[in-house]
Nanobody, 120 residues
Framework: QVQLVESGGDLVQAGGSLRLSCAASGSILRIYSMAWYGQAPGKQRELVARIQSSGSTNYADSVRGRFTISRDNAKNTVYLQMSSLKAEDTAVYYC??????????????WGQGTQVTVSS
């Protein structure tokens, strides 16, 4: 069993910064990619940023240059540093990870979500 636990969501003014964290725990053998998705009210969940086990990253066009994804493999944790926040960044942010567990199965896991609200 694997759990992803997010933290760091908050209410922040436009132009401000936040750092989201997501820690994976459980019967983990290996973590492949880790990612953050955002779901704004009334919209579909969309990829914000992804980081591979190699460290390579990709970003949604809307956040490139403002957000930075990173990971600490020793802690099984992924971070999202959010800067120059805009009202349109308001969303529930979900952590996602592709994880191989000790039974050698590989599964796509999701966290419970953390709310980020940007006031204009």
């Amino acid at each position: 069993q694997v759990q992803l636990v997010e933290s760091g969501g908050d209410l922040v003014q436009a132009g401000g910064s936040l750092r989201l964290s997501c820690a994976a725990s459980g019967s983990i053998l290996r973590i492949y990619s880790m990612a953050w998705y955002g779901q704004a009210p009334g919209k579909q969940r969309e990829l914000v940023a992804r980081i591979q086990s190699s460290g390579s990253t990709n970003y949604a066009d809307s956040v490139r240059g403002r957000f930075t994804i990173s990971r600490d493999n020793a802690k099984n944790t992924v971070y999202l540093q959010m800067s120059s926040l805009k009202a349109e960044d308001t969303a529930v942010y979900y952590c996602n990870a592709i994880i191989a567990t000790i039974d050698y199965s590989t599964t796509n896991y999701w966290g419970q979500g953390t709310q980020v609200t940007v006031s204009s």
